[in-house]
């Protein structure tokens, strides 16, 4: 459900927008990427989808983050974080806002965090950790659902009136066979 559904949005928001922004050794990259990195991540969580962001380096050091004051600081990484390094897969869980990184975390509801293996502009292995709210996601599935239900059903009608004409013939044959057997045995019978 919802962290599938988290886990598939975070993945390329970090392979596809944070990496290709920033370095491991310089946070942000090239001229003017400093801002454009924090101007991009900013305006994806307009929508209220994504809550907060951040990248990782291998020794627990947050590279980048949506929270200024967590920048430059150090954080044990789960064992399932750690294996993300150097890899393109990702992982999605309920978060936990008692952990230390999450200081002052305002309950906003049940949070979804994804981490994701990415690659900087350097090609250094990172993680991008982002949290998106669970009602959010439940929304979306909603809408989603909601958006094919009518296709579903006119698919469904319009097979129904494709196969009601075939399986009338079909009724037919069999009654006309059935008759015509029954016809042959009466006469069987009188022979």
Known sequence: GAVCAARVRGAPSGSR???????AAGG????????ELPHVMRSRMRD??????RLWTKDGEVIWSDEDALVGRRFPLADDVKALFGTDEATAE???LSKSENPGEPQVGELLE???GIHDADQTPLV?????????????EQAIFRGYLPVIFAALLLFQFAVLPMALSLARRVERAQAERSKL???ALLA
């Open 114 to 116: 994804v981490y994701a």
């Open 28 to 35: 942000a990259q090239g001229p003017g990427a400093d801002v």
């Open 17 to 23: 927008v944070a990496g290709p922004l920033c370095t």
């Open 128 to 140: 991008f950790e982002a949290y998106f709210s669970s009602e959010t996601m439940r929304q979306d």
């Open 48 to 53: 209220g989808l994504v809550i907060h962001a």
């Open 185 to 187: 045995m009466r006469h």
């Open 94 to 96: 309920v978060s936990d």
